[in-house]
């Protein structure tokens, strides 16, 4: 069974650059067969895909969050990473690291992390 | 702005026969993925490509796809199916995945 699990902190100041990792189990980061994405959701508010990144390292991300996002990997250690630079209150949000079929099904997911954008 | 547009509520009668609709360009030429989301969970696939469910997704679950619309069916709906349903499939626009802005069911 894959297992994705989110880390990193729960709370960001403004203008600095949100950091999280995703830790995969039960598959790996390495296989062709998936895309590793983050996605985000506001609190009471819908969902919302910020970018993916494929086991040769290609990535991409969010026209509109393009500028801010860097999305990586780490094969060595089975995991994969966002960072999303000069936060705002806008980018409070329940982050989820998600694998994604070819097909763009979002078949597995983390169980999500609060950040929080404050001072 | 959702490129693909949702109701925002829809509600069932416990047994009931209910449809969920998802409209967008991008559905004529692509499959929808169906995901159900409930209070501080994480969304679960349901449904995804042509009309696949996940192991573990019980069959009242069903997709279907007609011009630019997607359906996901739950045929006798139950207290536990109520919850948020999003669509997403691939889009053409510059974002290779797109969200709908979600449907809340709920179950009467």
């Known amino acids: 069974q894959v297992q994705l699990q989110e880390s990193g902190p729960g709370l960001v100041k403004p203008s600095e650059t949100l950091s999280l990792t995703c830790t995969v189990s039960?598959?790996?980061?390495?296989?062709?067969?998936?895309?590793w994405s983050w996605i985000r959701q506001p609190p009471g508010k819908g969902l919302e895909w910020i970018g993916y990144i494929y086991y040769s390292g290609s990535t991409n991300y969010n026209p509109s969050l393009k500028s801010r996002v860097t999305i990586s990997v780490d094969t060595s250690k089975n995991q994969f990473s966002l960072k999303l630079s000069s936060v705002t209150a806008a980018d409070t949000a329940v982050y989820y690291c998600?694998?994604?079929?070819?097909?763009?099904?979002?078949?597995?997911w983390g169980q999500g992390t609060l950040v929080t954008v404050s001072s | 702005s959702s490129e693909l547009t949702q109701d925002p509520a829809v509600s069932v009668a416990l047994g009931q026969t209910v449809r969920i609709t998802c409209q967008g360009d991008s559905l004529r030429s692509y499959y929808a993925s169906w995901y159900q989301q409930k209070p501080g969970q994480a969304p679960v696939l349901v449904i995804y490509d042509k009309n696949i469910r996940p192991s573990g997704i019980p069959d009242r679950f069903s997709g279907s796809n007609s011009g630019n619309t997607a359906s996901l069916t739950i045929t006798g709906a139950q207290a536990e199916d109520e919850a948020d349903y999003y669509c997403n499939s691939r889009d053409s626009s510059g974002k290779p995945w797109v969200f709908g802005g979600g449907t809340k069911l709920t179950v009467l």
């Open positions: 039960g598959g790996s980061v390495s296989s062709g067969s998936y895309y």
């Open positions: 998600v694998r994604a079929t070819v097909v763009g099904a979002l078949d597995y």
